[in-house]
């Protein structure tokens, strides 16, 4: 049985603010968590007006105080920017407040642009991506209190001690991440959504180059895709065209709202904007019915053997994407479907 999970970029639609769109995450995470997913994920992105997280361990904090039994997580927390200390005990803090349910996602994208990734780091300059391995290791040990004998900090600890320690799971979309995730024996997150490659093959190559771990004992696998859900195969289609231009514009600004067009009576319709086209190598979206969506994603998680789907699903109205999580989770058997009287 494949688990069901929400990846979310807190997307700010045309029109609204970013408050706003941080109101509908808290919103569709309670939603989402009545509903049966089992892990609600938060993104990092900074200096977009088109997404508002820019602080996935402050939205953590406040989704998990606002659900009752989802696994809250980072999807993820991009570690090259920060010490992993910090890291570190900040997820100690939340993995005390709420015990066996955080989840620290972490990845090396530099989710902003190069500008804004220097005036992150300390001194002006990003860790160089060779000591991103070295970064993963001493965040490991330190969420876990294991810096072994020859670390040049050893004796530092990560306070406070969590009776149950946060989850790590390294984030990937490329070969190279993977490879991480299998030489560290870590849970894998693929992110196909943003992937330029077929993950499956990358995916097969970290299974059997896995090298177990005390956290870890065998390889585990979640894939992130892109979907959006409809009643009807026309209305998905009709709320994923202002998604595809936006994803074409290299996500430049909020996510615009479908224009208004005059039908021969006069009557205004909506429509989509012209469409435009999608980078090479941008996977695409799952679209159209619970049905059909469904078995995009069960086939590619069959491919892929992954044994859990994180959907990230971005539109401009708010209410049509917690419908498209919705349909999912009824046809997944999240929830029963519901009854004409309901």
Request: net charge negative; aromatic share 4%.
């Amino acid at each position: 049985m494949i688990r069901l999970s929400v990846l979310d970029q807190s997307p700010v639609p045309e029109g609204s603010t970013a408050g706003d769109a941080l109101r509908n995450t808290l919103d569709l995470a309670c939603r989402t968590d009545a509903m049966g997913y089992h892990r609600y994920w938060v993104a990092e992105h900074h200096g977009m007006t088109g997404l508002a997280g820019s602080s996935p361990e402050v939205l953590i904090g406040s989704i998990a105080g606002a659900t009752d039994r989802i696994r809250v997580g980072s999807g993820g927390v991009m570690l090259t920017h920060y010490a992993p200390l910090k890291v570190a005990e900040s997820f100690c803090v939340l993995a005390s407040l709420h015990p066996d349910r955080i989840d620290l996602g972490i990845g090396r994208a530099p989710g902003s642009d190069h500008l804004t990734a220097a005036a992150l780091a300390r001194g002006g300059a990003r860790t160089p991506l060779e000591n991103y391995p070295n970064q993963v290791q001493e965040l490991v040990h330190l969420v876990d209190d294991t810096l072994p004998s020859h670390s040049p900090i050893q004796g530092v600890r990560a306070t406070p001690r969590p009776d149950e320690p946060p989850e790590i799971w390294l984030l990937a979309s490329s070969a190279d991440s993977a490879s991480f995730a299998a030489h560290f024996g870590l849970p894998l997150g693929w992110a196909d959504f943003i992937a330029q490659v077929d993950g499956a093959p990358i995916i097969d190559a970290y299974r059997r180059q896995f090298r177990p771990s005390a956290r870890c004992a065998e390889p585990r696998v979640l894939l992130c895709a892109s979907a959006v859900c409809a009643d009807t195969d026309e209305e998905a289609e009709a709320i994923v065209a202002t998604v595809r231009a936006w994803r074409a514009s290299g996500l430049r600004g909020p996510v615009p709202a479908a224009r208004a067009a005059s039908n021969s009576d006069g009557a205004t319709l909506p429509v989509a904007p012209a469409p435009l086209a999608v980078q090479p190598g941008r996977r695409s979206i799952a679209t159209g019915t619970p049905d059909r969506v469904s078995t995009r994603l069960t086939e590619m998680a069959e491919a892929s053997g992954a044994e859990e789907v994180m959907v990230v699903t971005i539109c401009h109205d708010h209410e049509a994407r917690v419908r498209s999580y919705e349909l999912l989770a009824h046809q997944f058997g999240l929830i029963p479907p519901a009854t004409p009287e309901q």
